[in-house]
């Protein structure tokens, strides 16, 4: 059976923003990593803490983005 028109842009439409949501998690995740991070600077009184934190925020980015690149076969 064919979909018509309107359906598989509905589709279409629903994928997009299902992977826009996704997006916007892993943004949300990295950001909320370096204010704890900032915090948690200010609290222990060190740079380590901060450019850890940094690294740590960098690395889980480049690890989702790789990831989903893998995953989607591109």
């Known amino acids: ?24 998690m892993i943004l949300f995740s990295i950001s909320l990593v370096f204010f704890a991070g900032i915090i948690a600077s200010k609290f222990l009184g060190g740079t380590t803490a901060g450019i850890t934190v ?12 790789i990831g989903r690149n893998l995953r989607s076969g591109k």
């Open 54 to 65: 940094v690294g740590c925020g960098i690395l889980l980015y480049l690890v989702m983005a």
């Open 1 to 24: 059976m064919t979909q018509t028109v309107p359906a598989r842009r509905a589709d279409e439409d629903a994928r997009l923003r299902r992977a826009n949501r996704r997006t916007a």
